[in-house]
């Protein structure tokens, strides 16, 4: 009977292992650039102690050196003043051996991070959340596209998800995820149709249950079960929670929006927590970091 048939799990969507792929090429141009004594360089400012955003700088620092590109580190107090933080970011701009900058967020309540972000060249916004890159985004020109959100479409594609004619349900509008995976997913490139959910949306599951492809961005742990996914869809999980466990040295386990068990009973693909996506943004952001060296020196990407 039916009933008696193992259910069959979701294919593991190995964002790691492709995302070393991706920096094996960056690697690679790197190498090149540097022959003809180009060297992609991004600076990365840290205002404050926060302990996950150290941990953040230290991965994509680690990064950086992995794939023959150099950093500049800005380590800031806690005080910093907005003033300060602007007219280091203004030098930056103006330093013509820095190809990229990125601005560790959150910063502390007394910078404005929409004031930081704007005060960013473009050209130079590897994180992609400037207003002129945002903008070229919606109007589908080329542009430095955010890392999370260009991440998350590169595993369909390697995957050989159909997007094609596919309704895409994200749940979750923030600017840095939300908006624009669905400004990516609905461009002619992909060609879904997207429905963006959030708080405030009624009947969620009624309408997660109708996604060929879920993406979970919402920040809250195992949100998603298996009674809000349609069997055979393809799920992205975006989230990175804390919860608490004992069996851990450190007191806790990472896990992501999705409740992978239960999810992957009923999926078709989906990405694991950690290994999944996380591995994709940094893979991203060493690209941008590459096409934004190149553009500044007048070459094709």
Same mark, same amino acid.
Request: aromatic share 2%.
């Given at each position: 009977?039916?009933?008696?048939?193992?259910?069959?799990?979701?294919?593991?969507?190995?964002?790691?292992?492709?995302?070393?792929?991706?920096?094996?090429?960056?690697?690679?141009?790197?190498?090149?650039?540097?022959?003809?004594?180009?060297?992609?360089?991004?600076?990365?400012?840290?205002?404050?102690?926060?302990?996950?955003?150290?941990?953040? =700088?230290?991965?994509?620092?680690?990064?950086?050196?992995?794939?023959?590109?150099?950093?500049?580190?800005?380590?800031?107090?806690?005080?910093?003043?907005?003033?300060?933080?602007?007219?280091?970011?203004?030098?930056?701009?103006?330093?013509?051996?820095?190809?990229?900058?990125?601005?560790?967020?959150?910063?502390?309540?007394?910078?404005?991070?929409?004031?930081?972000?704007?005060?960013?060249?473009?050209?130079?916004?590897?994180?992609?959340?400037?207003?002129?890159?945002?903008?070229?985004?919606?109007?589908?020109?080329?542009?430095?596209?955010?890392?999370?959100?260009?991440?998350? =479409?590169?595993?369909?594609?390697?995957?050989?998800?159909?997007?094609?004619?596919?309704?895409?349900?994200?749940?979750?509008?923030?600017?840095?995820?939300?908006?624009?995976?669905?400004?990516?997913?609905?461009?002619?490139?992909?060609?879904?149709?997207?429905?963006?959910?959030?708080?405030? %949306?009624?009947?969620?599951?009624?309408?997660?249950?109708?996604?060929?492809?879920?993406?979970?961005?919402?920040?809250?742990?195992?949100?998603?079960?298996?009674?809000?996914?349609?069997?055979?869809?393809?799920?992205?999980? =975006?989230?990175?929670?804390?919860?608490?466990?004992?069996?851990?040295?450190?007191?806790?386990?990472?896990?992501?929006?999705?409740?992978?068990?239960?999810?992957?009973?009923?999926?078709?693909?989906?990405?694991?927590?950690?290994?999944? =996506?996380?591995?994709?943004?940094?893979?991203?952001?060493?690209?941008?970091?590459?096409?934004? %060296?190149?553009?500044?020196?007048?070459?094709?990407?």
């Amino acid at each position: 009977m039916e009933n008696d048939i193992m259910p069959q799990k979701a294919k593991i969507i190995d964002g790691f292992a492709i995302a070393g792929e991706i920096r094996a090429e960056v690697e690679q141009k790197t190498a090149e650039l540097k022959g003809r004594g180009i060297t992609p360089t991004l600076a990365v400012i840290l205002v404050g102690d926060d302990p996950a955003s150290q941990s953040y =700088v230290a991965g994509k620092t680690k990064a950086l050196h992995e794939v023959g590109m150099e950093d500049k580190t800005y380590r800031l107090s806690n005080d910093t003043s907005e003033t300060e933080l602007l007219k280091l970011i203004d030098e930056l701009n103006e330093d013509k051996h820095i190809s990229g900058i990125l601005v560790q967020l959150p910063v502390p309540k007394q910078i404005n991070p929409d004031a930081i972000i704007a005060r960013i060249a473009p050209e130079k916004d590897v994180d992609g959340f400037h207003p002129v890159n945002t903008g070229k985004l919606f109007l589908g020109h080329k542009t430095l596209i955010p890392c999370t959100p260009n991440g998350v =479409v590169y595993l369909l594609k390697k995957q050989g998800v159909k997007t094609d004619g596919a309704h895409a349900v994200i749940v979750g509008r923030s600017n840095i995820v939300g908006k624009p995976l669905s400004l990516l997913l609905s461009s002619k490139a992909a060609n879904c149709t997207v429905t963006v959910c959030h708080s405030a %949306t009624k009947n969620l599951a009624e309408i997660t249950r109708q996604a060929d492809i879920l993406i979970a961005a919402m920040g809250k742990p195992q949100f998603i079960t298996a009674s809000m996914v349609k069997k055979g869809a393809v799920v992205i999980d =975006v989230g990175v929670n804390r919860i608490p466990d004992a069996s851990k040295k450190s007191g806790f386990r990472l896990v992501g929006d999705v409740d992978f068990d239960g999810v992957s009973n009923i999926a078709s693909a989906i990405t694991p927590v950690p290994k999944g =996506v996380g591995p994709m943004t940094i893979a991203m952001l060493m690209e941008n970091t590459l096409i934004a %060296t190149k553009r500044q020196h007048g070459l094709e990407d």
